[in-house]
């Protein structure tokens, strides 16, 4: 079945810093990829998404692009803060399948030092 | 704010009981999506409704059950409690399935059993 894989944390990065987390699916359609934030006690949010390959989706400073040839979606970012501390999950959603449900990867944990 | 509401934010409960959980989507979103969140499993799916109909199934229970009413709003059950039911429950809402439509997820309800 469909999967996502994320690069294991923490992440931990001292402000200003680039910050870069892996992420990779296996798909047997189309997928639309998404990478979803959650902060501290809140429910997740959207950051960014792109709907096919070499889509780039970009949001408050972060990128991520849709690679096809190499099945990966990596977030990247070129000055963290600290305010970006929260855990950061990528996903799919096969747009040919009957349902757009989210498959996620295991979350990453970024930690950013003042 | 997502738009998603989720009721009740915490719940404890004993082992053996029965809960409901809340949901209430974006206005005119027609499909909710209930997904798990545990510190062992990450985020795994549940079940998706759309418009009052069962859409998909994941990983649930058959101790659980859900259903989407007229309203659109849906509820999850979880019946015969284990301590490992323990985690946090997210409901998410969206447009329609089977499009690059994102999916906005409520607050959760931080289910405890003791």
């Known amino acids: 079945g469909d999967s996502v894989t994320q690069m294991e944390g923490p992440v931990t990065l001292s402000e200003e810093a680039f910050l870069t987390i892996n992420c990779t699916y296996t798909?047997?359609?189309?997928?639309?990829l998404f990478w979803y934030v959650q902060y501290p006690g809140e429910g997740l949010q959207l950051l960014l998404k792109?709907?096919?390959?070499?889509d780039k989706g970009s949001n408050k400073g972060f990128e991520a692009t849709y690679r096809k040839e190499t099945t990966s979606f990596h977030l990247e970012k070129g000055s963290v803060q600290v305010s970006d501390s929260a855990v950061y999950f990528c996903?799919?959603?096969?747009?040919?399948?009957?349902?757009?449900?989210?498959?996620f990867g295991t979350g990453t944990l970024l930690a950013v030092q003042p | 704010d997502s738009g998603v509401t989720q009721t009740p934010k915490h719940l404890i409960t004993a082992t053996g009981q029965r809960v409901t959980l809340r949901c209430s989507p974006r206005?005119?979103?027609?499909?909710v999506y209930w997904y798990q969140q545990s510190l062992d499993q990450g985020l795994q799916f549940l079940i998706q409704?759309?418009?009052?109909?069962?859409?998909a199934k994941g990983n649930i229970l058959e101790r659980f059950s859900a259903q989407q009413f007229p309203d659109l709003h849906s509820e999850l059950n979880l019946s015969s409690l284990e301590l490992g039911d323990s985690a946090l429950y997210f409901c998410?809402?969206?447009?329609?399935?089977?499009?690059?439509?994102?999916?906005?997820f409520g607050q959760g309800t931080r289910l405890t059993v003791v």
């Open positions: 998410a809402s969206s447009v329609e399935f089977g499009a690059t439509t994102e999916a906005f």
């Open positions: 798909a047997t359609g189309y997928p639309s």
């Open positions: 792109a709907t096919k390959a070499d």
């Open positions: 996903a799919l959603s096969d747009r040919g399948g009957a349902t757009n449900k989210l498959i």
């Open positions: 206005s005119g979103d027609l499909s």
């Open positions: 409704y759309y418009n009052g109909e069962e859409r």
